[in-house]
């Protein structure tokens, strides 16, 4: 069975534009990768163990180092990507500031075949991104959860989104 994770997409408006929070993986593979690279703050889970939101509010508190304080999360749906994984996502409205972000850490050996174990942070950074700039920056599969949250606010209310020039 493919495995299935589950997020959460922090946004904010600000000067009359929502911006969204993604997080930039940590790790030497990830290092020198920009574009395509970034995702929402999510992580596995046993489906037959735990409920969606429960493991996207915990893989958004491991990857940022702070609980989401979340009233009415709006639901995005979910992506199939080509791996085959699944991955359910919740959008709520909040603020932080990215330089605040403490991440869990992983162990792995590197360089590969040396023998030597290192530690590396799960997220290396977080940074707040217009929208149009997220679909630049977001991991192909999850640009469905940018243009998700774009619609639902567009029919919520009377300020429409203004698109980045």
């Known amino acids: ?6 997020g959460l997409l922090m ?4 000067q009359g534009r929502v911006q969204v929070l993604l997080v930039h993986p940590g ?3 990830w290092k020198n990768k920009d574009a395509g690279a ?7 889970y046993d489906p037959e163990g735990e409920e969606p939101m429960a493991a996207a509010r915990r893989e958004f508190e491991e990857e940022l180092g702070f609980p989401p304080v979340m009233e009415n999360p709006v639901e995005l749906g ?3 990507l080509k791996s085959g994984k699944r991955i359910y996502a919740w959008a709520f409205e909040g603020d932080c500031d990215p330089a605040a972000v403490s991440a869990n850490t992983f162990s792995m050996q590197w360089p590969p075949g040396s023998g030597r174990i290192k ?3 799960e997220v290396d950074r977080a940074e707040w991104f217009d929208l149009d700039r997220a679909r630049e920056k977001i ?5 469905n959860f940018v243009d998700a949250l774009e619609n639902i606010l567009a029919r919520s209310g009377p300020a429409k989104q203004q698109k980045d020039a």
């Open 78 to 80: 979910q992506i199939r």
């Open 38 to 44: 970034w995702s929402i703050p999510k992580g596995e």
């Open 27 to 29: 790790g030497p593979f």
């Open 139 to 143: 991991n192909p599969g999850q640009v």
């Open 11 to 14: 946004y904010r408006k600000k």
């Open 1 to 6: 069975m493919a495995p299935t994770s589950a």
């Open 119 to 121: 530690e590396f942070y």
